[in-house]
């Protein structure tokens, strides 16, 4: 599920969209499961992209390309960093 709100910047006048992306925290994978606990300060999961959530992730980073000038320029070089690997 993702959802785009318009609000107001942190530091100034001028408003920005935010798109917020929700996933199920099974999805994530870590040494132990986070359901039911915590996570440890600075623990870090992965969140693995695979054939059957790549379309799903391919529409966010169009959707997140499409919010201001500065997100596409950031959704040109993640392509590029793809691309190189």
Known sequence: MSEIV??????GSKTQAMLYFCFSIL???TATPLLNRTAAL???ALLT??????LM???M???FGLLSQAHHNDV?????KILQN
Request: without cysteine; aromatic residues 6%.
């Open 6 to 11: 318009i609000r107001e910047q942190q530091y």
């Open 27 to 29: 999805e994530l994978k």
């Open 42 to 44: 600075k623990e870090q």
């Open 49 to 54: 992209i695979h054939k059957t959530n790549a």
């Open 57 to 59: 992730f391919l529409e």
């Open 61 to 63: 980073l169009k959707i």
């Open 76 to 80: 040109l070089k993640i392509l590029e």
